[in-house]
DNA sequence: CTTTATGCAAACGATTTGCAATCCT
DNA sequence: AGGATTGCAAATCGTTTGCATAAAG
């Protein structure tokens, strides 16, 4: 039984997340699909072209193959600083949230979700001058009829 | 003592805003300042710029002056998508938090602050499909010794 | 009078697009 | 085969910068 989850390798993986979402097997695909399960991110796209073996694909294809992630839900966009956005794996299992130090940037995420429960846990890992960013997306009234 | 509150116009309070957090007085960001506090946003620096009447000042000087804002933390910035920053004036009495569209990009705000609160208050207004997106900014405990 | 802010033009950097060649199914 | 995907070069768009001029304290 668990043998079984052992001997599903990395390709096997992604490609089943591909197929999950239609979206046609290729190379630079599935080395990004890979490395976003590996590494957890979350990155900007250049990050994640560096971070491809030399060759793999263009940095065009990058940024192509990002939007159809975050377009199929396969990948989560973090919108920190205006310069760049960040990606990361979307695992519905560990929904988290993010710290950004404002100096150095360097990113931490941590997994409590309640509002006055996160504060005092950031503040435990040392951070202070709290501020946060809330915000929804969803789809209004007006535009379900249409 | 009600109508000393009357008798302030609004340059006088920009004044004092702007004072307040030791910038200059200067008529781009007094016409900027009270644009955000006459209009909630949140609006973008082009948005800003069409707003002010014809010739206040360039297009560049309003995002110097939305900056300098931002810094001083007379403004709020929001960063939706990727695409652009909007700003609003950030009134500290007046906490909240953004829900935007979709389809049609429209912005709403409300004022719960409680996370399971806010998703019921949200689908009473209507909305349906609602993700979020909460991101924390501080200063982590290595560049407080720095 | 010294500093700081502004306008204009040009630079910038992340992301997108057009199009021909190539890969998936 | 036929539509989707890629690479390359060039375009786009929001935003920033350099520098000379003008306004603020």
């Known amino acids: ?13 992604v490609i089943e997340l591909l197929k999950e979402k239609k979206l046609s097997i290729t190379v630079p695909r599935k080395m990004i699909i890979r490395l976003l399960l590996k590494e957890h991110g979350p990155f900007s796209a250049e990050e994640i072209y560096n971070k491809l073996p030399k060759n793999t694909c263009d940095q065009v294809t990058v940024y192509r193959c990002l939007n159809q992630f975050v377009e199929t839900q396969l990948v989560t966009p973090s919108y920190f600083e205006k310069e760049m956005v960040l990606f990361e794996f979307n695992d519905p299992h560990h929904h988290h949230h993010h710290i950004i130090c404002k100096i150095c940037k360097k ?15 950031l503040a ?9 960013r809330l915000e929804f997306i969803g789809v209004c009234g007006a535009c379900q009829n249409s």
């Open 124 to 132: 435990k890992k040392g951070y202070k001058d709290i501020q946060h």
């Open 107 to 121: 990113i931490d995420s941590f997994h409590d979700c309640i509002l006055n429960k996160i504060e005092t846990s």
């Open 1 to 13: 039984m668990a043998s079984i989850k052992k001997d599903i390798n990395w390709e096997t993986k």
